[in-house]
């Protein structure tokens, strides 16, 4: 009995990480990524559920509260963002799926240049609070139990993704920047994972794509104008691999193309940005992994380019009822 309970321990725990990481998912573009970050929709074990902790700051041309990412040439934002979350995983239709909701919250200010005078916007408070659903199409069938969880190893996966921002942050309509956006957005996406080798704790390599669409309501009273924004499309690519049981690293690249917005029928110019960055992470505990990322533009030279540099750094917690009893069981049997 006490091997047995050994075993689910191990089994369940070096699953809970990835747990952990599924609940952040809406965090990338939602949040102020310019990504998606790397290994968030590996599937675990259903039940899970997990609280997202991350701080980022970024600089740029653009508000990085928006993902429609619209460019002000001339500008230069700063931006300070925490963010809390809560996600719990589930078995839909013999499906691995995720339910997880958002709230953001911080503060941005900036310069923005305007014939050859200086203009400075702040602003603080919360932003507008993200719902998320995920579905496995392709892969795996669900991890209902210990037993799934040992088998389990993600091979090709595909996933249905679905992002719905409600518009009730922080908004002032006396100015252009906000962290709240006073519209409707959200994007539809398919997430997908290559393992790459061998399912080894310490060897795992995989490819991730997502290829993204976001879309965007109107929104009527942007300083007295209306402000509409066409679909965006948005592709990220994560190549990841362990270096130890308890450390990963990735690759990250990001492609944005479309979103030009029309204020009052005038029409800017679409956002066509290419940018680069890395993660690192690592679990602390069996539940507790810690994350470190970076990520720059890189086709930015022109003052109409997308332009954008940003740090990260977020602590998640994870658990499950069945990993939990049978860590306090072992514990007792000491």
Do not use: C
């Not at 928006?66 to 934002?77: E, R």
């Not at 957005?185 to 310490?202: D, E, F, H, S």
């Not at 956002?271 to 960055?277: C, S």
């Not at 930015?300 to 750094?313: E, K, T």
Request: net charge negative; proline share 6%.
């Amino acid at each position: 009995m006490h091997e047995d309970t050994d075993s689910m321990t191990r089994a369940g725990g070096a699953r809970l990480p990835a747990a952990a990481l599924l609940a952040l998912s809406a965090l990338g573009p939602l949040a102020v990524q310019a990504q998606t970050p790397a290994r968030f929709y590996l599937d675990t074990l259903s039940g899970s559920t997990a609280v997202p902790l991350i701080v980022e700051s970024i600089n740029g041309n653009t508000n990085p509260f928006d993902p429609a990412h619209t460019v002000t040439p001339g500008a230069d934002f700063d931006a300070t963002l925490a963010m809390v979350g809560y996600g719990h995983t589930f078995s839909l239709f013999d499906r691995s799926a995720l339910a997880a909701i958002f709230l953001p919250m911080g503060r941005i200010s900036g310069d923005v240049s305007l014939n050859g005078r200086t203009f400075n916007q702040s602003a603080s408070g919360f932003g507008d609070p993200t719902l998320e659903f995920a579905i496995n199409l392709i892969g795996p069938s669900a991890q209902k139990d210990i037993p799934d969880a040992m088998r389990y190893e993600p091979g090709f996966a595909l996933h249905l993704l679905a992002d719905l921002a409600l518009p009730i942050g922080e908004y002032d309509n006396d100015q252009t920047l906000n962290i709240g956006m006073n519209r409707w957005y959200g994007r539809v996406a398919l997430p997908m994972t290559w393992q790459l080798g061998a399912w080894v704790p310490g060897r795992r390599t995989t490819l991730e794509l997502l290829p993204s669409v976001w879309l965007f309501g109107e929104n009527s009273d942007y300083v007295g104008q209306t402000l509409e924004t066409e679909p965006m499309f948005q592709l990220d690519a994560h190549l990841t691999r362990d270096f130890t049981e308890h450390l990963w690293g990735s690759l990250d690249a990001v492609w944005l193309n479309g979103g030009a917005a029309t204020i009052d029928g005038v029409k800017g110019d679409a956002n066509d940005t290419f940018g680069l960055g890395f993660t690192l992470g690592y679990s602390i505990k069996e539940n507790l992994q810690l994350t470190f990322g970076y990520k720059s533009t890189l086709n930015d030279s022109n003052p109409g380019d997308m332009q954008m540099d940003s740090f990260n750094l977020s602590l998640v917690f994870g658990w499950h009822p069945l990993i939990e009893g049978s860590r306090r069981l072992k514990e007792n049997q000491q």
